[in-house]
């Protein structure tokens, strides 16, 4: 009778027992700091890469806009081989005076202006006889062989269009 004193009585407890209650879930609102922390971080960076790319997009403005002038010129039929080369050369200069300052370009002529092109874009292969090139631009039009100014202005067009791409500040 003992056991079953005890049995009953442990029955009795047991039937006091009330099923486990699970808490609520934790909801995402307040949220933690961190997570605060990480949301400011992650809204200053993409603002800041919004703010560099429209920065860089303006000041890139005059490349863009010097390479519709020379896809112009070179679509153009009204000037001659040796009128082109001088065009694309004043077209240069004018990329040149806007990018580095006129104090810096105005006054560049022959090799210093030919020293310049190289050394802002070096990694842009300089033809050899551009100097030759740009004399030819000057020259009387019966002095030189058409074909061979046309190879000229081609190796002229070429290096202009690099190095407006690819000159660097």
Not at 16 to 25: M, R, T
Not at 103 to 118: C, G, I, P, T
Not at 124 to 129: A, F, M, R
Not at 141 to 165: C, F, H, M, N, S
Request: aromatic content about 14%; cysteine-free; glycine content about 4%.
């Amino acid at each position: 009778m003992a056991m079953n004193d005890a049995g009953n009585q442990m029955a009795e407890t047991l039937a006091q027992l009330k099923d486990i209650h699970l808490p609520d879930p934790v909801g995402w609102w307040p949220m933690a700091f961190s997570w605060w922390v990480l949301l400011f971080s992650l809204s200053a960076l993409l603002f800041a890469l919004v703010w560099f790319l429209l920065d860089r997009h303006k000041r890139q403005a005059y490349r863009r806009e010097a390479l519709q002038r020379f896809n112009e010129l070179q679509n153009s039929r009204e000037f001659t081989p040796q009128q082109q080369i001088l065009q694309i050369n004043a077209l240069l200069k004018q990329v040149a005076i806007t990018a580095y300052g006129r104090q810096n370009v105005a006054s560049l002529n022959e090799q210093a202006w030919l020293k310049f092109l190289y050394d802002t874009a070096k990694y842009i292969p300089q033809p050899d006889n551009l100097a030759h090139t740009l004399a030819t631009g000057y020259q009387a039009t019966d002095k030189y062989d058409p074909r061979q100014v046309e190879q000229q202005l081609e190796l002229w067009r070429g290096y202009a269009k690099q190095w407006i791409k690819g000159h660097h500040l």
